[in-house]
């Protein structure tokens, strides 16, 4: 049994690094239903109930001074990539699609909880406010989310669960619907955004040990004065200083994202395996109480996908939007910048800038649109 940190921050680094690395080698067809980040939670979990380590003083110390560290350290991290001025030169036809579709998914996520609260009370309206930050950013929004409200970890790992089994679902239909695309957009009266011309995202060089060196330390400089300013502004029932912290750090990556400092390579890379690892942390101190409740949490999610697609199509027919800026933008929203340019490769090579850049727009917004959406959650929820 492990009694002391290091021991225990080393597991952790080895199981977050082991599943990735796993599927980069292999490719084993599991994950893509159950993604590496979400069998990395399961592990540890797992191994947590196990009794692996015990839970004692300086262990539980180490997870909160992590978590509380590195969740806004990794939010800087993620905003260093978004280059505001790249996204608004797409043009306003893409982004009224990207607006669109956060549109749709606020009234999916208000309509379905409103369908399911009386299964939802008292805090188990959490995951459903959690994944919404995920499907307009990605998993780091979702954490964020989780931190900024309080929520559990096992209800952290019905957000997990959701997320990626509804997501790989719809993945499946956005590659599918593609030969759909001319009797679609002869429905909305749109044409095609096959032969939109953007300009290739910028390769930012490799990733050097000095840059992870840097944006280490920039990034928990950061953190450290976001912590300290948030503790000096006003709090409230779902404004804690947790949640000023988290929003400063995110609006610090963006302020640096237009500074030369964005221009040192590294950053994406550092913010995904401080993305893994801090999952991995936080599954170290749940169990699997709860999860019998994922049936319902997975209809939830189902529901949340339904009732978007067919928002997005009413809206598609009324401004005259054509199939591919609509996969592209749900995707964006639903799958993050890993799978966006993938599914805009196989609509049109042209469109994988718009993927990638539609995608980093999500990320900016994702914790603010997870926190509005637990603010409507918590206002409407049943005792």
Sequence with gaps: MIQTVWPFVGLMLVVAGMFPALERRFGWRIFQVLPPIVMVYLLVTTLAIAGVWQVNAPIKAAQSLLVGHLVPALLFLLMINCDLRAIFRLGPRVLAVF???TLSLFVAFLATFMIYRHWLRGDDWHPLAALSGSWVGGTANMIGVKQAIGMSDPHLAMSLL???ICYSMWVVVLFSVARLAPAFNRWTRARSSGDLQVAEVAATGPT?????LLWLGVALLVTALARLLGGMLPASAMVS???????????????????PL???????????????FVVAVLASQSNFHGLGEAPLYLLCGV???????????????????DLYLCGIASL????????????AAS????????????????????????LLMASLMASLALP
């Excluded at 529901?303 to 939007?321: C, G, K, Y």
């Design 241 to 259: 200083a947790t949640t000023w912290t988290i929003l400063l750090a995110t609006g610090a990556g963006l302020v640096v994202a237009h500074t």
């Design 162 to 164: 959701t997320d990626a």
């Design 332 to 343: 964006a929203h639903i799958g993050g910048v890993a799978a966006a340019p993938v599914l």
């Design 303 to 321: 529901t949340v996908i339904v009732l978007h697609a067919l928002v997005l199509m009413v809206l598609a027919r009324l401004f005259h939007f």
């Design 99 to 101: 607006a669109c579709t």
């Design 262 to 276: 964005a221009r040192f390579p590294g950053a994406g890379s550092i913010s995904g395996a401080m993305l893994i």
């Design 208 to 212: 050097t040990p000095e840059n992870v």
């Design 347 to 370: 609509y049109s090579r042209a469109l994988v800038p718009v993927g990638i850049l539609l995608a980093l727009l999500g990320y900016i917004l994702g914790t603010g649109f997870g």
